[in-house]
């Protein structure tokens, strides 16, 4: 018969695996030479965010005193649609992703270590 607290523990020791070999794999996509590849992966290390700046041209509009009220009334969707952007675009990079699959690698070893 297995031990519950053995096969918890293989499948921890999985889970490790799995998130050092995607930590390794995301060390070693952000170090290829290739100008091309560099440039495309540059998507992933800085993604846009739109709706931030959005938000911000729409403030500026907002403040901008005008007598015909344009910029007011252009403004305000503005500000709307950039929250609306922020909450619905994913503007996670590569450092990101790397970043909390160490975190997790770093929890699941801790977790494996107090266990045994």
């Known amino acids: ?4 607290l053995k096969e918890r523990l293989d499948n921890l020791r999985k889970f490790s695996e799995s ?7 995301y060390s070693e996509i952000t170090s290829f030479d290739d100008k091309h590849t ?20 729409g403030f500026l509009m907002l403040w901008i005193p005008e007598p ?8 305000g969707p503005m500000i709307v649609a ?3 952007l ?16 160490k975190n997790t690698i770093s929890s699941i070893s801790d977790f494996k270590n107090s266990v045994l």
Do not use: E, F, W
């Open 19 to 25: 998130a050092k070999r995607r930590a390794n794999l």
């Open 38 to 57: 560099v440039q495309s992966l540059g998507v992933l290390r800085k993604a846009p965010a739109p709706g931030k700046k959005l938000q911000k041209v």
């Open 1 to 4: 018969m297995i031990d519950p």
């Open 82 to 84: 950039g929250r609306y």
């Open 86 to 101: 922020d909450k619905k675009y994913n503007g996670s990079t590569l450092h990101d992703v790397g970043h909390q699959t």
């Open 68 to 75: 015909t009220g344009i910029t007011c009334a252009i403004g």
